[in-house]
């Protein structure tokens, strides 16, 4: 995914360069290293990575542990940054009243915190994560869904990532628009400043880099889901694993 599971094709560089799937699968036994990392190192090469990850040709530094458990992973070579003065959200398709939110927008909203645990679909897990943003329903209410709208189609900045949801996927209390995740600011290497987070999901699913909500007719799968990942990814009932969920 775009995010940090199998987190995340040519086309040109500013809407990113694919990584194949068989280089993820083949190297990502690379994060195994984390294991036994001191925690003071692993904060170190947090920064290191999320520094480093932006301008690797590769995307190999996805593939490496950092601080907290995840790992830094984009299925496109180099995503640009975005912060409020430039950041942009729409909600549009088969709704009433299509919107465009700044960053500001967000964060003026009602939030909503959880904590749960994290599940890659490759295996690792980071227990006890703490995320913060406006409910993927509220935003939906605002702009007035249609009849025959059946499910939502999630795009990103890194012109390469997009997922999908149900209505009623969506419409759940613990999927959120995510501005904060441990209890800070998104950074841009956890897919900031806003990605979506779908707590009883898969992580592939929660894509970073958010930057468009479409409702549509029907599930389109999404980028991972084209290469053979479930499109219902509740956390031990599909992918063939049987990982405890996350809520």
């Known amino acids: ?21 068989r280089i993820f699968l083949a190297t990502v036994g690379l994060g195994a290293l984390g294991v036994a990392t001191a925690p003071t190192l692993q904060r170190g090469m947090e920064g290191l990575l999320g520094a480093v990850s932006g301008k690797d040709p590769t995307g190999l530094t996805g593939l490496l542990p950092n601080g907290g458990g995840f790992r830094y992973y984009s299925v496109a070579a180099s995503v640009p940054h975005k912060d409020a003065a430039d950041y942009r959200l729409t909600v549009d398709g088969l709704v009433d009243h299509p919107a465009t939110y700044t960053l500001a927008d967000l964060r003026a909203l009602p939030r909503t915190r959880m904590v749960r645990d ?8 980071v ?30 900045f890194d012109g390469t990532y997009t ?5 009623d996927q969506a ?58 990942y479930d499109v219902d990814a509740w956390v031990g009932r ?10």
């Open 238 to 247: 599909s992918n063939g694993r049987s990982d405890v969920p996350t809520s």
């Open 1 to 21: 995914m775009n995010s940090e599971l199998p987190d995340e094709e040519g086309r040109p560089e500013e809407e990113g360069r694919p990584v194949g799937r």
């Open 118 to 125: 994290v599940q890659c679909v490759t295996g690792w897990r």
């Open 171 to 228: 419409r759940r209390p613990d999927v959120l628009v995510a501005l904060r995740m441990q209890d800070k600011d998104l950074t841009h290497a956890h897919g900031g400043p806003v990605r979506l987070y779908v707590a009883p999901m898969y992580f592939y699913k929660s894509a970073k880099w958010l930057s468009g909500i479409t409702v549509t007719d029907r599930v389109e799968p999404g980028y991972w889901e084209h290469l053979g």
């Open 127 to 156: 227990p006890g994560t703490p995320f913060e943003g406006v409910r993927l329903s509220r935003l939906l209410d605002a702009a007035g869904v249609r009849a025959g709208a059946r499910a939502v189609r999630f795009t990103c």
């Open 163 to 167: 997922e999908s949801l149900t209505l």
